[in-house]
């Protein structure tokens, strides 16, 4: 059973800075990309960014873009968003997923695994 376990979510100001973890376990980690998407109040859930399964492809949302670096560990079973310049735009649940193969994209629905999401906060 795969599990993904989301950390790191919390209140900052306009500005600020915030690095989301997310652990996963039940699977083989290193076969599959990973993903970041982020869901708020009354909007569709939307991709933010995605890392394929090696690290070595990475593709991000024109609106984070510059402002957020995803990263991951193999050998922790960990992926990884750090967030700087964090706008109150960026105020929503995070949830990191896993793709359904090695390759990532930017739908929605090529995500079959879901963290239960970490709450981002950002006052202006």
Known sequence: QVQLVES???MVQAGGSLRLSCAASGRTFSMYGMGWLRQ????EREFVAGISSSGGITSYADSVKGRF?????NAK????LQMN??????TAVY???TAKTTWISMR???YDYWGQGTQVTVSS
């Open 8 to 10: 790191g979510g919390g």
């Open 40 to 43: 708020a109040p009354g909007k």
């Open 69 to 73: 670096t995803i990263s991951r560990d």
């Open 77 to 80: 079973s960990t992926v990884y």
């Open 85 to 90: 310049n964090l706008k109150p735009e960026d």
């Open 95 to 97: 949830y990191c997923a």
């Open 108 to 110: 929605v629905e090529w």
